[in-house]
């Protein structure tokens, strides 16, 4: 499928962007095909595959999303009025708080109540500061709600009990004028009941959930899961899934938990080196044999949803439990300078490339991924926003999410492609990424990402069922593999509209600049 041998005939065009073209942006590899059949639409693209993740853990919250009413960062009641709105233009659609690691050891009565009552304790897993917990459950509600997003809460399993499980969650839902905690929630500032949309059952819990076996894990999930009863409101129940390629943990999940689950998460962070754990690889300053390694391992997303799914299929063929990834994102070397407990990172081109083809990766895969939440929104890991003070960049992953907009709640349609390779080292992959939805809009929008960092690819497409007039499109690119964005200069990598895309006789023809991710709009 992924031959290297350029298709004659198809009348290219180039690329238009805003910036000049370099000689190398002049190389030209050889051509990519697609043929989407927007006759035969697939399942939806749930919005909340686009979720987001966050985590007391660095400046992740503290800082980036919530400053407090006293500070003289502008806010909305303590939550930063530009970390809102930025999240409110690309149109949030979920969130997952509180951990990740940190929600094993996390108790939700710390985080109610007046904030000068509410205890100091050591966060022991991100860096070893105080956790004063003034970011609690009315808070996470408060930001979900400004921001028109729907819940995703974690559940303390590994360190809690089903009880203080099914009081939170009585808590949080109890109709108002019932429970002795729907009184307690009042008191608090909060009369009616909140919708928890999703509830965790713990994290990780082969891991830092608490070390289980999977058949344990399970048994102990089915236990939570049978207390957990919302008092208002449809509340899915997403048990602790496998990491990468842990298919031994799917096959005992959803064997044992699996009637009685909504859905299994999956975890896989990206690294350009994946010997050691402790040496991950730089944010910056990269060679191109790790933009190509990190390319290369983020595109194994395919092959674990694939292979979890097909177990899924076994216990599950009608597919109601969803996988949901809900930590996925690249994971790099601390920023030097930093607690390494602070899991700071800068964001460039490549982490675009990275998110554009996770995107891509699910929208194939829409009949089971369902959901899924990067990590993480704000200042953690690869994050949509950097904040510093009073201060706030967008960062390239930002605008990858604004590109792809057009995809929430769409139908995913099927496409074929025939894409030639992108060579570096011992590494081979596809050159050429696609994916293409047809909106709520009407309009059929086609995503296109060049993942070879030296030669530009043509693309001939053809939409088959369907007679495109006129097409538009965005170009997300830079100069260099590592471009950024900074406080200082916060447009260094931004989308810019694209005009080398034609249409002649039902065919498009566009040709892709490297490292670049192109969206069209076909009507």
Known sequence: MFGSTPIRGLALAVAAIAAPVSAQDKAEGPAATVTIRADEPGPQVHPDVFGQFMEHLGTGI????WVGEDSPIPNDSGYRSDVLQALRDIKVPMVRWPGGCFADEYHWRDGIGAPENRPVKINTNWGGVNEDNSFGTHEFMGFAERLGARTYVSANIGSGTPAETSQWVEYMTAPADTTVLAKEREENGRREPWTVDYLGIGN???GCGGNMRAEYAADVTNRFITFAKPGTGEMLK??????????DWTEAMMKISGPHIDGLALHFYTRPRDEKWEDKGPALGFPESEWASTLDHTQQMDEYITRHSAIMDRYDPEKRVMLAVDEWGTWYDAAPGTNPGFLQQQNSLRDAMV???NINIFTKHAERVKMAAIAQM?????AMLLTDGPRMVKTPTYHVFDLYQPWQGADSLPVEL?????????????????SAVRGADGAFHVALVNVDPNAAHPVGLRLEGVDAARVTG???TASQMDAHNTFDNPGTVAPEPFGGAKISGGAISVTLPPKSIVVLQLR
């Open 62 to 65: 503290y800082g980036g999303v």
């Open 204 to 206: 990780e819990l082969w």
């Open 238 to 247: 997403i048990a602790s899934g496998p990491s990468d390629a842990n298919y």
């Open 355 to 357: 998110a554009a083809l």
């Open 378 to 382: 704000v200042n953690v890991l690869q």
């Open 418 to 434: 025939d894409s030639p390779v992108y060579r570096m080292d011992d590494i081979s992959i596809p050159a050429v990424s696609v």
């Open 474 to 476: 965005r170009i997300l």
